[in-house]
Every structure is written in C-alpha cells, then in structure tokens.
C-alpha cells in the first residue's frame, strides 16, 4: 500500500519559490506505471490539480500555472518534488500529493496528508 | 468559478437519503469517468466513489455514483451524523487537457 507525505517550508517570502517534497513508501516511485500529481486548496476554497509527472519524465501541468511550476522526480531517494516560482499570497494554500491512475483519469488514491504553504513577508 | 458545478451545500436527517449533483459539459463528464471524494474538516479528501459507480475497497456500500450525459451524482443512504463532511466530484477534460474538479458541496447532517 503505497502511502505519501508532503514536506517543505511552511512560510515563503512573496516572489520566491515554494518548494515542496512528496516522500513515496510502501513501493518504488521508479515501477510504478503511476501519475504523480500535486493538488492544492486555498483556505476555505475548493481543490485545483497543479500538475503531474508520470514515467520518471513526462510532466503535465494546468495551463494557468504552467508558466510558475516545475516538477520533477528523485527516484534514488524515492520522491518527486514541486516548484512554484514568483509566488504571491494567492498561492497560500495546503498542498497535497496524490497517486493519479490514468492519463485521462480524475481518479486521486492515495492522497498525503497534506501541507499548508503561506505565502508572506 | 469551476468547471464542474456542485451545488454549495445540501442537508438531510439521520436515516435519510441525499443526492449530490455535479455539472459539467461534452469536454469532461460525458466522454470520462467521474470521481467523488469525501473531505472531512482538518483531513486530506479520500476517493468515495471512481469510474463513475466503483466502491473503492472499505468504503461503505452506503455510497453510490451515477451519470448520464454530462451529470454525475452521488447519493448517500442513511445518513449519518459522520457523513457530515465537503464532497467534491473530479473528471478529466479534454479542452484542458487536465483532471478538474467541481467547487464542493458542503453536506450538513440535521
């Protein structure tokens, strides 16, 4: 069963880059014919999928974010990360990483537990 | 403004059965599967209901999906005070060519 959890700082400054971590168990992120997706919720709103990386290389991002983000996958340390560039405080928000099952799926299990990322001076 | 629509609350008593609705088009609903989740205050959202009408092993029989055209719909039978939650539906678009998800509906369980 292949259990996930977020990690990175909890604070960054308005215009840096917010970068997080998705550490994978319970499998190897490298045999896994899986997307490997990141969600985010700003408070009191609903959920926005930000992106995906399948396959160790192949990345998929929402258009409207596309030109601030990076992902990227570590599979000697069984992870894949986020990078968020030039954030401003509408980026605040808790981020989660999710399993996604298909190409053309809307399917998230598992999810991580979920990180909050507030974006202020 | 998302681009599946969800109605923002619903409520019903013990015992009672709900339905949730989730609105989309031709792009997204009526050509790929729709996905529920169950997102309790405080917790991460968990997959309820996948591929339109699946129960994902250990969640309750309580719970079921439907679609037709471009709507899907959960409903939730006798109800629980537990059930108490925000449900989102999730489903994949061609146009954007990315999974969305409808804006949550907040169930209150009287």
């Known amino acids: 069963q292949l259990q996930l959890q977020e990690s990175g700082p909890g604070l960054v400054k308005p215009s840096e880059t917010l970068s997080l971590t998705c550490s994978v168990s319970?499998?190897?992120?490298?045999?896994?014919?899986?997307?490997w997706a990141w969600i985010r919720q700003p408070p009191r709103k609903g959920l926005e999928w930000i992106g995906d990386?399948?396959?160790?290389?192949?990345?998929y991002y929402n258009p409207s974010l596309k030109s601030r983000i990076t992902i990227s996958v570590d599979t000697s340390n069984n992870r894949f990360s986020l990078n968020l560039y030039s954030v401003t405080a509408a980026d605040t928000a808790v981020y989660y990483c999710?399993?996604?099952?298909?190409?053309?799926?809307?399917?998230?299990?598992?999810w991580g537990q979920g990180t909050l990322v507030t974006v202020s001076s | 403004q998302s681009v599946l629509t969800q109605p923002p609350s619903v409520s019903g008593a013990p015992r009672q059965r709900v339905t949730i609705s989730c609105s989309g088009s031709?792009?997204?609903?009526?050509?790929?599967?729709v996905n529920w989740y169950q997102q309790v205050p405080g917790k991460a959202p968990k997959l309820l209901i996948y591929?339109?009408?699946l129960l994902p092993s250990g969640v309750s029989d309580r719970f079921s999906g439907s679609k037709s055209g471009t709507s899907g719909s959960l409903a939730i039978s006798g109800l629980q005070p537990e059930d108490e939650a925000e449900y989102y539906c999730?489903?994949?678009?061609?146009?954007?060519?990315?999974?969305?998800f409808g804006g949550g509906t907040k169930l209150t369980v009287l």
């Open positions: 319970g499998g190897s992120i490298s045999r896994s014919s899986y997307y």
């Open positions: 999730a489903a994949w678009d061609d146009s954007l060519n990315g999974p969305v």
């Open positions: 990386i399948y396959d160790s290389g192949s990345t």
């Open positions: 999710a399993i996604r099952d298909g190409y053309n799926s809307g399917r998230f299990d598992p």
């Open positions: 031709s792009s997204n609903i009526e050509n790929n599967a």
């Open positions: 591929y339109d009408d």
